[in-house]
């Protein structure tokens, strides 16, 4: 599954934007405030609402009035069309308004576009504060002369999602593929000190948003992907100075240390005493290898900590993770990043009387002549041609 569009209404900065033509990595880039974290937390926004409910997210993010873009009452929409496996196009709407005094969601639909023939599309599901129908025969969509069978349902709650409410019938297919998607994104939310203490033994195969299990994840790969640990060790020793390997060593009161081995010494050094880049890189490197991408994976100015040449080569990983099926959204400051993206995956944002809209690299005729000389994006960004993109 691939996200193809978001449109966005209503939520902080973004009164009314829509990314359209969305590549398997997009790269975001735009002025100090103008919405690249609120956009990932759109997607943190699902899927809170999704392991809660739409009012506990729109509560831990300072209420309805907080949230709601300013000046306007709702609702919040937040529309996701996606490319499924056997190659449909789905979109999911869900719009959030508020009954006074929690959020609740306003409407819910999720639906596929009908094959051939010109006939309205299945709605597999359609809710609205709580009660709405849902398709029951699923299974033959799509076959010649289908007719569409629907009963209707009603959710414990008003901010309960329909896909969450309905997920556990079995026969909703769709609807619990559509929620393993969401579930499964990740949306990284690194922090080094946390990366840095040993952790306690336990088992781990994929790395958490804190990256607070790296050492786990690493005796993981080493056990079970010994490919990919190499690929991650080799890259470490060529990007960082000195780095000739990297261990998770089992302690004798249980706990779990990553040990990196310098060339010149004879003992390692344990994650307390590397330096803040090299615990970051092989974060990512971790990250990046995963044997199982998660299906969306957004990560914020990764450039943090990370010496400027190699930048080139990382974005070419979140490219190749992207590639193996796990979509990739990153935002950076960093021009060295962003020449190593193509422009038809970056996007940027601009903010006009308060809101923000999004404008996409390959939209634009002067950019594409430039890159096709030779040019690169970085370059053509700090030339200021990425109009609209600088704080003035
Ligand atoms: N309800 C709201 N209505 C309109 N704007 C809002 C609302 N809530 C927050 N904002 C604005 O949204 C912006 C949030 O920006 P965000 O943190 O997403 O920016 P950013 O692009 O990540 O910036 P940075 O590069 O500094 O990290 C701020 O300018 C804030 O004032
Ligand atoms: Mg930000």
Do not use: C
Request: charged share 30%; aromatic share 10%.
């Amino acid at each position: 599954m691939r996200i193809e569009q978001i449109e966005i209404k209503n939520y902080r900065v973004f009164r009314d934007v829509r990314l359209t033509k969305l590549p398997p990595m997009t790269v975001v880039i735009g002025a100090n405030g103008t919405g690249k974290s609120t956009l990932f937390d759109v997607f943190s926004f699902l899927k809170d609402a999704l392991a809660g409910n739409a009012a506990s997210a729109v509560a831990r993010r300072g209420g309805f009035r907080e949230l709601v873009s300013r000046g306007r009452r709702g609702p919040i929409g937040i529309t996701i069309k996606f490319r499924e496996s056997s190659g449909r196009l789905a979109s999911y709407i869900l719009e959030i308004g508020t009954d006074g005094r929690r959020a609740v969601v306003e409407r819910e639909v999720l639906r596929y576009r009908r094959g051939q023939g010109s006939g309205r599309p299945w709605h597999f599901v359609d809710f609205s504060r709580g009660r709405g129908t849902a398709i029951t025969n699923e299974s033959i969509y799509g076959e010649a002369g289908a007719v569409e069978q629907r009963e209707e349902f009603e959710l414990d709650d008003p901010g309960i999602l329909a896909i969450k409410g309905l997920g556990q019938f079995r026969g909703f297919r769709v609807v619990s593929d559509f929620r393993n998607l969401v579930e499964n994104w990740y949306i990284s939310n690194f922090h080094i000190a946390d990366a840095r203490p040993s952790a306690e033994a336990g088992y781990a195969e994929h790395l958490s948003t804190r990256g607070d299990n790296v050492a786990q994840v690493a005796q993981y790969l080493y056990e079970n992907h010994r490919k990919s640990f190499e690929r991650v060790l080799k890259t470490m020793r060529a990007r960082v100075p000195g780095v000739m390997d990297v261990q998770a060593k089992s302690m004798e009161d249980g706990r779990l240390v990553l040990r990196f081995q310098d060339g010149s010494f004879k003992d390692p050094f344990v994650t307390r005493y590397v330096s803040d880049g090299t615990i970051k890189m092989f974060a990512y490197l971790v990250l990046l290898h995963d044997p199982k991408p998660h299906p969306l994976l957004a990560v914020e100015e990764p450039e943090n900590q990370l010496y400027p040449s190699l930048l080139s080569e990382l974005i070419e990983e979140f490219r190749d993770y992207a590639r193996r099926g796990g979509q990739a959204f990153v935002s950076t400051h960093s021009p060295d990043f962003l020449s190593g993206a193509k422009l038809g995956e970056i996007y940027w944002l601009q903010k006009v009387d308060g809101f923000s809209v999004v404008r996409r690299g390959s939209d634009s005729q002067l950019l594409r002549d430039l890159v096709e000389e030779g040019d690169l994006p970085g370059a053509l960004w700090k030339q200021r041609l990425f109009e609209g993109a600088d704080p003035q």
